[in-house]
C-alpha cells in the first residue's frame, strides 16, 4: 500500500486514469481509497471507494466501484 496524495493505493502497477478518478472523489468526498483491483470505471474506479456523510449521526463508506473481489457482496 502507498498514500498518492493523502489517498490509500493498493495494488501495483497504478492505473493512472483510475488515479486521476479517485482524486476527483478524494476531492469531492474528503476521504478515499482504492483497492488492489482498481482500474478506470464510469466516474468513480472500479476498486474505489469514497466516504460521504449520509446524516448527521453517521458515516459511510460507499463502495460504488468494488469491482470484482466484491460482485454480488452485500456491503
Given at each position: 500500500?502507498?498514500?498518492?496524495?493523502?489517498?490509500?493505493?493498493?495494488g501495483?502497477?497504478?492505473?493512472?486514469?483510475?488515479?486521476?478518478q479517485?482524486?476527483?472523489?478524494?476531492?469531492?468526498?474528503?476521504?478515499?481509497?482504492?483497492?488492489?483491483?482498481?482500474?478506470k470505471?464510469?466516474?468513480?474506479?472500479?476498486?474505489?471507494?469514497?466516504?460521504?456523510?449520509?446524516?448527521?449521526?453517521?458515516?459511510?463508506?460507499?463502495?460504488?466501484?468494488?469491482?470484482?473481489?466484491?460482485?454480488?457482496?452485500?456491503?
Open positions: 500500500m502507498e498514500i498518492i496524495d493523502n489517498i490509500p493505493v493498493w501495483a502497477p497504478v492505473d493512472e486514469a483510475a488515479l486521476k479517485i482524486k476527483t472523489c478524494y476531492y469531492i468526498f474528503g476521504q478515499a481509497a482504492m483497492m488492489a483491483d482498481h482500474h470505471g464510469y466516474g468513480v474506479p472500479i476498486g474505489g471507494h469514497r466516504r460521504y456523510r449520509h446524516n448527521r449521526r453517521r458515516n459511510d463508506v460507499a463502495a460504488s466501484g468494488p469491482g470484482p473481489l466484491f460482485c454480488d457482496s452485500m456491503i
